[in-house]
């Protein structure tokens, strides 16, 4: 049985307008979950779901095999980190971090022990008697990591955490929390709406759309294999067009506004298909034999290293990034592509 | 310009002051109307503002923490109301309701009616420091294990002390000022300062009252004074 189990979770804020729409979440000790989805698709309710701090109407929530949906917050034992970090101002750094320790009456060694271990581990030696305010932005995030890990919950829920942290020392900072969380195994639920972040930490993503779970597998899989056009799309799969038809005798292709389309496999009924734009080139002369569209180039925009195009071609509008920079606005030019890159997508 | 011509010497209010005298500041002193006027007039601030603060708290909480809250708009309109109404209407319909409707005697009424006036000034700092220090603090707390109302007292309410201070002493100003409430509701016993300095002002036309005047502007400026050091003003009223 997995450590935490959500059930079917509806929430609803007002009436008729569910914020959740029968939830499912199961994560396994240890496992760092990352909870993936533009604002407003529910993520965060469902971290305040887990913390106690909202009440599901329907639905059931289980912390190491107990069922906790009506325990008040204050009794569950979980470890949050906000995005505003939360310090409490008028305490210092030390009492911030013994706060949930003084509460359950741990003795004034065992504080000094546990303490001192969290702050060595989240190097944070020399700030104990610093006031929030004193602070960088980093310290106070760690300060608030080492508050709520110091109470050892059993679950560490974490809110946008590196929002707030410059963009320069983003991926440091991320590595530091996977390291600390691989360190205390701790079963983490990690909420973002970045992707870069999600795919960077989380040992599965979770994509949430309009109250639901879309997808949640490993962060490649999660990438490279979106199932949905809202996964594929939040992945940057641009280009997704409406499946007409499917054939699967002989070799399998999709038709898309009457072109057929070469797919790798057709293993299960799908509404649309995908084709990433960095999986795609453009080329005058195509090689004999390969799958191609031809098309005519109506956009071109730098990015650096390489250029995104965007063509007109018999499906619609395509874009394609390519290292290829030799194509100018007007040119007739093929994209090529190879049936496995051509995903189908269940809806 | 009154404290001026508090130092003159002339029997009436002449511009400019002649001479050089303190009388008119010790006349105030002496003036028991005065007296009781100032002692009437901090008491009944000091009453009404404690009792604003004591509704705002609460109130300001619920409608901080519970934003979807049914009627919420409704609510905050009627807080709001008394600082947007004209104070002489108010006064008018205080004067109906609360003393002849309900009868209470007139120290009553006044506290009645200043506590409604300043509830609004109250009510707007205590929300601006809840919102500026966020929700967030308080749910820390309770997931760190304590409950509501002890991650409350521990945690929201020393942060929001400047609020309370602040909206406090606002109050008081408020109050202090209050004419128009004070004109209607005062009878017999209790006579607040500016009512005390009309009556004055229809017997005698000296400058006791540009003394009294002056000594108010250092009294109000100083109070202010210790408003901004404390919450700030503009941040306040906001």
Known sequence: MKHLQLNNIWVYYTKGQPVLKGLDLEVDRGELVSLLGPSGCGKTTTLRVIAGFVTPQRGRIMIGGKDVTKLSAHKRNIGIVFQSYALFPHMTVWLNLTYGLR??????????????????MLGLCGFEDRYPSELSGGQQQRVALARALAIQPDILLMDEPLSNIDPKLRERVRTEIKKVQRELEILTIYVTHDQEDALGIADRVAVMNRGVIEQISEPSKIYEQPETCFVADFMGFENIFPIQSMTREGEPSVLVKDVKLRVGTLDR??????????????????????????GRVTDASFKGDRVKYFLETDIGELSVLTSNKDFSVGDSVYVCYRPEDVLVLRG | MPLLISFSTSESINFPPQGFTLRWFANVFNYESFMNGFMASSSIALVSSLSAIAISLPSSYVLYRHKGLRMKGLMESLFTLPMLMPEIVLSYMLLLFVYQALRVVSLLSLILGHTLVVMPFGMR?????????????????????KDRLGAFLEIVLPNIKHGFVGGFLMCFMVSFNAVSISLFLSYGEAVPLPIAMLNYLQIRYDPTLAALSAMLVVFTVGLSAVVEKTVGLVSGVR
Do not use: C, Q, W
Not at chain 1, 103 to 117: A, P
């Open chain 1, 103 to 120: 509460i359950r009456g741990v003795s004034r060694d065992e504080m000094k022990k546990r303490g001192d271990r969290i702050i060595e």
């Open chain 1, 269 to 294: 009924d799908g509404k649309f298909v995908a084709l990433h734009p960095a999986k795609l080139t453009i080329t005058r002369n195509p090689a004999p034999g390969s799958e191609r569209l031809s």
């Open chain 2, 125 to 145: 700092v205590i929300y601006a420091s809840l919102a500026n220090l966020g929700v967030d603090i308080e749910d820390a707390a309770v997931s760190l294990g």
